[in-house]
């Protein structure tokens, strides 16, 4: 019998575990010799490395829209404290803390988020979204990705994207972050932008890096494990010289594997 945390005994002990977790969480930032980022630029840099757009809206989630228009009032709090924002060399970016007060003028609205396993409403849900885009663009940049978690979860089918299956980041303020260093000599920007229907992310530099990145994957796999359906899918990062078009490089990222929460089309192979 799986043995049960402290706040499951005593759920009001919850709020005291989150704030330690965030208090040490940030003081861990402070202390480990990291430089972060924090210089915001209002003119964008001349390269552009990487854009990319999705849907803002998804109505597959089987909740009311108004969790979807609360999400997008998140995403733009939260984007407006990052756009712009520097990557110079030996930097750190990350996600949660660069967002840490992103709401301290108007607070998040209730939004689509996953808490212990089940999909549910709260504060500041569907930021997601924006790490998911985040992400995806560092992963077509010499940055180095220091700390990125999946989702262990897609209860709902995913909005059309350029994206390939896997590449995802989730968030959660204490325990898990988005963060990408900049180990090279140029110096990154990032630029979010909004239209009514989409979000765009855009990364800018101050020369072209020497090689271009594209992303794919290896082929899918769905399997079932007891009452669960799982996919696994490798996370391909393929380089080649920006001049010439010559492949430097092939590598294997990482292998993603997350539950399958909806039901899938009735011609998917399960093994």
């Known amino acids: 019998m799986k043995r049960k945390r402290i706040t499951q005994i005593f759920p009001w002990l919850i709020p005291l575990r989150t704030w330690q977790r965030k208090f040490f969480f940030y003081l861990g930032m402070k202390l480990d010799r990291n430089r972060y980022t924090s210089c915001v630029q209002e003119n964008l840099l001349p390269a552009e490395v990487f854009s990319s757009r999705c849907p803002l809206y998804n109505k597959e989630t089987g909740f009311d829209m108004v969790y979807q228009e609360n999400k997008v009032h998140n995403l733009k709090l939260a984007a407006a404290a ?35 396993g089940r999909l549910t409403t709260a504060p500041g849900g569907g930021m997601c979204q924006l790490s998911n885009l985040l992400f995806w663009v560092f992963l077509h940049s010499p940055l180095t990705i220091v700390e990125r978690h999946g989702h262990g979860s897609k209860d709902f089918p995913e909005p059309p994207s350029d994206a390939p299956m896997g590449v995802d980041a989730t968030l959660a303020e204490g325990w898990k972050d988005l963060k990408v260093r900049n180990d090279t000599d140029h110096t990154f920007q990032i630029h979010i932008a909004f239209d009514p229907e989409q979000i765009s992310g855009q990364l800018y530099a101050d020369r072209q890096p020497a090689l271009c990145y594209s992303i794919s994957n290896g082929p899918v796999t769905y399997r079932r494990r007891q009452e669960h359906v799982w996919e696994e899918v490798d996370v391909i990062q393929t380089l080649s010289d920006q001049k010439t078009g010559e492949l430097q490089n092939t590598r294997t990222l990482y292998r993603n594997i997350c539950r399958i929460g909806y039901t899938l089309p009735e011609d998917t192979v399960i093994l």
Not at 86 to 107: C, K, N, Q
């Open 82 to 116: 990052i756009d712009r924002m520097l990557i110079r060399p030996g930097e750190t970016f990350s996600f949660s803390l660069a967002t840490r007060h992103a709401d301290r003028r108007e607070p998040y609205r209730d939004g689509l988020t996953v808490i212990n």
